[in-house]
């Protein structure tokens, strides 16, 4: 098998490679005076599997050429099987019209995808329970879930939450930030030994965007959250204003402590900044979109997905 990196998140890519005991394919890039690129296998691909990993995050479009790209290289030297590791997949919040006139964005990337003739998507935490669907080839679904089970049961954690570690659960619950994440939010519950949850309730200005977070809903009340921790968890972070409007209204409401887990951290803008100024204790994200050094913040800590790929890539 010959892994290659497009350019949006190397790092990971290395790790995966690492992972598998191998190293990553030679591949160049080249960027002509008008912005145009041009992309090279320096290897041969001849009746080889290969792998491409390139997160469609910021810069999307970008991305998704060199993406386009790799792939159209390594199907037009002879590859046997090309697997498109894509651990964030850009335009998947735009799965459907929303409003009458609009694009399916995502629509239009899988197309593209699929007439480049890739063999098998790898993913993680895709928005919506569709997405797969929409595809004609085999889409595999990774999850964070079970990193951040696996980092909510470690002593390391409890210690660094609670003053008392042992009794750590019996004060913590977990919380989806939206109703969209009511099917996240039920599987984490079951994988903690079903730890009790509540949401609080998003509405959007499908106009401006903009969003506010004022009301609870769920198994819990209002008045079961004071004295409590809650783990939030999300699919993703971009502006931050999800995840730290929540935390505000929890902790309006009582929460002593508030740390957010979120498998993509995409972070427009400002929202380091947001995210480090606000109520949030800490800020759990994992490694599908490589973070930038002048993008890290204290609060922010990072899960790598490199191992759990390179499993997924073991498999025949
Ligand atoms: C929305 O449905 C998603 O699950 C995320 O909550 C949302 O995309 C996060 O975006 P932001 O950080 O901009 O609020």
Known sequence: MKLFSGSSNPRLAEKIAEALNTKLSSI???IFPDGERRVKLNESVVDEDTVVIQSTNTPVDQNYIELFFIIDALKRSGAKSVTAVIPYL???????????????????????????????????????????????IPVIQLSALPLFAERIKSKAFNVLVSDKPDEFFKDTILVSPDMGGLRRIEHMSQMLGDLPWIATVKDRD???GDI??????GPLSPSDLPGKRALIVDDMISSGNTVIQSAQLLKDNGVVSCDVFATHAIF?????????????DRVYVTTTVFVPKEKRFPKLHRLSVAEPIAKELQKK
């Open 28 to 30: 160049e890039t080249m």
């Open 90 to 136: 850009g335009y998947q919040r735009q799965d459907h019209v929303f409003r009458d006139g609009e694009v399916v964005s995502l629509d239009v990337m899988i197309r593209f995808l699929e007439s480049l003739k890739v063999d098998k998507i790898i993913s993680y935490d895709l928005h919506s329970i569709k997405i797969p669907e929409l595809f004609h």
């Open 206 to 208: 499908l106009q401006t």
């Open 212 to 217: 506010s977070i004022k009301a609870f809903e």
């Open 268 to 280: 427009s803008e400002e929202a380091p900044e947001l995210l480090q100024d606000s109520s949030i």
